[in-house]
């Protein structure tokens, strides 16, 4: 009984928050990359496929995980790591990750970078205000021989003395493998990061929360959506449900022992202790 509801307390603890799905594993045999895509990538699937994005604020920790294609990677197994690479001749790197109020998407209030750039470390938060702000794939890139969604913003900037200085520090950003880059994303990279009053206020509309990321700063698969951030009701009534039963098995416990009839011990292995 006690395993039965300790099992139940953790699924309660790990249920996910929120899923914002991306079109992935498109036919692109119709694709038309001329004007504006008609596909979700543009390029190559196992270069920038996006399939999904987990997202949960609670506890005062916001983690987000987000699923997708790449080949900018160093490392195996638990050293994997996000690195550049370089595809058509164009240095790349992963975009950033962006926090905006579902009220206005156009508004970016928040970053945090996979990977470090530009005195931004990477995990931690930054508030887009002041000296920090934001730039399309235009100007990250500014290349007029490939082709890519320029109108996309992918990274902070900073245009202050020193380095930026973040409005959290963050856990270290985690890579593992996921899928096959086909039925399911190639990698699954989580980050998690200290979510403050201000923060919550900032970005957050009735529970609801806006991120938007690019799998490269070339813009060439983007997700962008809102999803309830906080636990789910059915969670924390879940949660609630297993503490209540497992205090209640605890109580039963206690008094089904205090009733039990105390057991004698024989006189030759019966021992008076002295009192100190």
Not at 34 to 41: E, F, M, Q
Not at 53 to 74: E, P
Not at 234 to 243: C, I, K, P, V
Request: net charge negative.
């Amino acid at each position: 009984m006690r395993n039965l509801l300790l099992g139940l307390l953790v699924f309660a603890a790990m249920c996910p928050a929120a899923t914002i799905i991306d079109i992935f594993h498109e036919n692109q045999a119709t694709c038309v990359f001329s004007g504006t895509p008609l596909c979700d990538v543009v390029g190559t699937e196992p270069t920038y496929d996006i399939e999904k994005a987990d997202v949960s604020i609670s506890g005062g920790t916001a983690k987000v995980t987000l699923f997708f294609n790449t080949i900018g990677l160093t490392g195996t197994g638990s050293g994997l790591a996000l690195t550049s690479f370089v595809d058509d001749g164009v240095t790349l790197r992963v975009g950033d990750l962006f926090f905006y109020n579902p009220g206005d998407p156009t508004s970016l209030l928040y970053g945090v970078p996979l990977l470090s750039h530009d005195g931004f470390l990477a995990g931690n938060l930054y508030q887009i205000t002041g000296n920090i702000g934001v730039e399309t794939a235009q100007a990250a890139l500014n290349n007029i021989n490939a082709y890519y969604r320029n109108n996309e913003m992918v990274l902070m900037t900073y245009s202050g003395t020193g380095a930026p200085a973040p409005a959290a520090i963050g856990q270290p950003v985690t890579v593992t493998g996921s899928g096959d880059g086909i039925s399911h994303a190639s990698y699954a990279v989580t980050l998690q990061v200290p979510a403050s009053g201000e923060f919550g206020d900032s970005v957050m509309a009735n529970g609801v929360v806006g991120i938007q990321f690019s799998s490269a700063i070339c813009g060439n698969d983007v997700i962008q959506g809102a999803a309830t951030a906080n636990p789910e009701p059915q969670t924390l009534l879940l949660l609630a449900g297993g503490l209540g039963m497992l205090c209640l098995w605890r109580r039963r416990a206690y008094f089904t022992v205090a009733r039990r009839a105390p057991v004698e011990i024989p006189p030759s292995t019966s021992r008076v202790w002295p009192v100190r």
